[in-house]
């Protein structure tokens, strides 16, 4: 399910964001990567989004291999509202194949 992505009490806006900064951040929360993020327009989230300040912006992770550490962003000086705030959802296994049998008879397993 998707959830209100936060940093540091605050949200985060959708600038710069693409599928590497989705991945990216999953990875550092321990996930394998991200299922989907999009933003969150205007209504479901606005009563928890008016909580939280916009705190992080104009994400750039520029390609799929990147690591946090290597992502830029801003955390001043956005031109957000919170309709542009981060909807993620990560995904923290992997699915076998269950329609393939090992070749050894041994069992199958999450990775």
């Not at 599928?19 to 999009?38: E, H, K, L, P, Y």
């Not at 390609?63 to 001043?76: G, I, K, R």
Request: some cysteine; glycine content about 8%; charged content about 15%.
């Amino acid at each position: 399910a998707l959830s209100l992505l936060l940093h540091k009490g605050g949200t985060v806006c959708s600038d710069g964001f693409n599928d590497n900064a989705a991945n990216a951040i999953c990875r550092n929360m321990g996930a394998v990567g991200a299922i989907s993020w999009t933003t969150a327009g205007t209504a479901e989230w606005s009563a928890t989004q008016n909580e939280y300040s916009i705190n992080m912006g104009d994400v750039s992770c520029n390609s799929v291999t990147d690591e946090w550490v290597d992502c830029t962003y801003a955390t001043t000086a956005n031109t957000c509202d919170h309709s542009q705030d981060v909807l993620l959802a990560c995904v923290y296994f992997e699915l076998v194949d269950a329609s393939r049998e090992p070749s050894d008879g041994s069992e199958l397993s999450l990775l």
